[in-house]
Every structure is written in structure tokens, then in C-alpha cells.
């Protein structure tokens, strides 16, 4: 059946006077060129685009990545300070005032002050840098727990507790 209808179209084709074939030609190239290469484009974008990400992935690139991230007791982030910014880390017992979420801000965090808790320092090995030492690390992120000094968050993280 299949042999049979290719057979057809191939002999309607040969029919064909050769303007008709040539004027096709024409036809067929210029919808090749106009649907089929950006679409090739698009498909060799994304499949860039997909190993990039996977690539980061497995690198471990955070969102956080050169940041001082202040995170409150149970995990959650509060405010992310880019390390350049800095020109020292808080210590431990530090009170440091931050903006959390603002004034009129959804976000369970209110601006204030927050006592640092603890800190922890993450680095990661540098490759190929011109001029580096063997086994050289950098600080890529660092991690400051705080509990808030703010009274009324402090009232009402009591009473959600109580709640529970």
C-alpha cells in the first residue's frame, strides 16, 4: 500500500513539466528558509540554554552565591548582602539592623534589629585564575543566624507557638 501511493506521487512528479518542478524548487526553498532554520535556531537555543543550566546545577551556583545571607531560626531567608558591599562580616553577639521585608511588607519579617546568633563561612576551590596559589579558596558565601530584637515579632511568634 505504502510502496504504492509512493510510487504514485513520484510518477505525478516525473509528469511534471520542468517549470512547474523548478517554479516548486523555489517554493520549497524559500519555506525551508523561512520555517525550518529559525525553527533549527530556537531548537539549538534551548538545547544551549538547558546545558547551561544543567552545567550550573552541578557547579552548585546559588542564588545567594558572594552573598552574607541572614536567615532567621528555622531556615528561612531574611535579607541577602552582596560580600563586595562589606567591608566587615558581623560576629557573633553582633546586633546588626535590617530591612527585612519593609514597613508595609507581606513577608513574616519586619525591619529592625536582629542579634546574630552564629556565623558560618563557605569557600570554594578556584580553578584556572591567572596568579593564583595552589589549593586557593575563596569566600563564596557566607551564612549569619539571627533571632529578632523586634518586640512585636517576638509577641507574636510567642503566640503562634502557643497556638500550636
Known amino acids: 500500500m505504502l510502496e504504492h501511493l509512493i510510487g504514485s506521487i513520484s510518477r505525478a512528479l516525473l509528469a511534471l513539466p520542468a517549470g512547474v518542478m523548478a517554479e516548486l524548487s523555489y517554493i520549497s526553498n524559500i519555506l525551508a528558509f523561512l520555517v525550518v532554520l529559525p525553527t533549527m535556531a530556537a531548537t539549538y537555543y534551548q538545547a544551549y540554554k538547558a546545558r547551561q543550566e544543567a552545567r ?10 558572594n552573598c552574607l545571607e541572614f536567615v532567621s531560626l528555622d531556615g528561612t531567608c531574611i535579607n541577602l548582602v552582596p560580600l563586595e558591599t562589606l567591608h566587615s562580616l558581623p560576629r557573633p553577639g553582633d546586633v ?54 523586634n518586640p512585636t515579632l517576638a509577641i507574636e511568634v510567642e503566640a503562634a507557638k502557643a497556638e500550636k
Open 56 to 65: 550550573h546545577e552541578r557547579e552548585g551556583r546559588l542564588h545567594s552565591a
Open 96 to 149: 546588626v539592623m535590617l530591612p527585612a521585608h519593609g514597613l508595609g511588607g507581606t513577608g513574616e519579617f519586619l525591619p529592625g534589629a536582629y542579634l546574630v546568633d552564629s556565623i558560618e563561612h563557605f569557600y570554594s576551590h578556584v580553578e584556572d585564575c591567572k596568579g593564583c596559589r595552589p589549593n586557593e579558596a575563596r569566600l563564596t558565601k557566607t551564612v549569619a543566624q539571627v533571632t529578632s530584637l
